[in-house]
């Protein structure tokens, strides 16, 4: 399993940012998929989660109406499309995908917002 995250950056308050998730080594239709993320000194939180075949979602509540969770199971990937963005969603964000004994993390890409 490889998870590759991209599309982080520095964005002003009130900006937008989407970020993709490459994924590979396993069958990307069958599985759902979760976007994570970790500020500085705070625990990794899950954000939002889609299920896989795209039709159910959901969002922590600091999110939603915000964040979008979306994927593409041609091409094996997934997406975070963020508006709205606050300085509070500073972190680094966390493609991932579970088994029952086994979790899969990419390298994560860093999110920041600021003035």
């Known amino acids: 399993v490889q998870l590759v995250e991209s599309g982080g950056g520095l964005v002003q308050p009130g900006g937008s940012l989407r970020l993709s998730c490459t994924a590979s080594g396993f069958s990307f239709s069958y599985y759902a998929m979760r976007w994570y993320r970790q500020a500085p000194g705070k625990e990794r939180e899950l954000v939002a989660t889609?299920?896989?075949?795209?039709?159910?979602?959901h969002y922590v509540d600091s999110v939603k109406e915000r964040f979008t969770i979306s994927r593409d199971n041609t091409k094996n990937m997934v997406y975070l499309q963020m508006k709205n963005l606050k300085p509070e969603d500073t972190a680094v964000y966390y493609c991932?995908?579970?088994?029952?004994?086994?979790?899969?993390w990419g390298q994560g890409t860093q999110v920041t917002v600021s003035s």
């Open positions: 889609i299920d896989s075949v795209g039709g159910g979602t």
């Open positions: 991932n995908t579970w088994r029952i004994n086994s979790n899969y």
